[in-house]
Nanobody, 125 residues
Framework: QVQLVESGGGSVQAGDSLRLSCTAS????????MGWFRQTPGKEREFVAN????????FYADSVKGRFTISRDNAKNTLYLQMNRLKPEDTAVYYC??????????????????WGQGTQVTVSS
């Protein structure tokens, strides 16, 4: 079983940047696709971005394309989400997730199986 712990959330102004991190423990996550999702109260969790195991394929939600960048450092067992030009509508709890099947060919909103506890991002105008 893998444990995922997010960090880096906070409260910022519109136009600012944040970098989220997600550190995995319990197994090496280097062979598994990972992703970021977000959720606001009263809404379903939505896909933000994902990345395959060797970082040569990524997908982004249209709402964040060009502003957010997903990356990973397999040596550190860590996933990142660089968020630039933040908007108030980016306010949400952000969740890190990981696949349970190794070497998956990812698609947008690829099914994930393990989840972190979330980190709050609040963007004020």
């Amino acid at each position: 079983q893998v444990q995922l712990v997010e960090s880096g959330g906070g409260s910022v102004q519109a136009g600012d940047s944040l970098r989220l991190s997600c550190t995995a423990s319990g197994r090496s996550n280097s062979r598994f696709a990972m992703g970021w999702f977000r959720q606001t109260p009263g809404k379903e969790r939505e896909f933000v971005a994902n990345i395959n195991w060797r970082s040569d394929h990524t997908f982004y939600a249209d709402s964040v394309k060009g502003r957010f960048t997903i990356s990973r450092d397999n040596a550190k067992n860590t996933l990142y989400l660089q968020m630039n030009r933040l908007k108030p509508e980016d306010t949400a709890v952000y969740y890190c997730a990981s696949d349970k099947l190794p070497f998956s060919v990812i698609r947008p909103n690829h099914l994930m199986h393990f989840w972190g506890q979330g980190t709050q991002v609040t963007v004020s105008s």
